[in-house]
């Protein structure tokens, strides 16, 4: 997990952190197939050349610039938890309240 800008954990109150884990908790009775396949529109992995530079930038100097790919979990609005998948586990990597590490834009607008 991440401590530090742009993506870090460690500007969370103490309130969002239990709603995070109320969320995650709730992730751990569903299947990876659930949650990718099933919830896609909101669950998802996404390549590494699609995130921001910033963000690709991050995993270089996390020496994790070799993963091909990240999971991105929607919690509500824009706020999305990233990780990397390993097995059956997700290892927590940023915290994103604002949908900034893989910006969506709205077609048509």
Do not use: Y
């Amino acid at each position: 997990m991440e401590m530090c800008d742009p993506f870090g954990w460690h500007e969370i109150s103490k309130e969002k952190l239990g709603e995070i884990r109320t969320k995650l908790a709730g992730f751990e009775n569903s299947t990876w197939n659930d949650l990718l396949i099933g919830s896609k529109k909101h669950n998802h992995s996404i390549p590494i050349g699609k995130l921001e530079k910033e963000a690709r930038d991050r995993l270089v100097l996390l020496h994790l610039d070799d993963i091909d790919e990240v999971i991105s979990l929607h919690l509500a609005g824009t706020e999305r938890i990233f990780g990397i998948q390993h097995d059956v586990a997700l290892t927590l990597l940023w915290w994103d309240p604002n949908h900034q590490v893989c910006p969506s834009f709205l077609k048509h607008t």
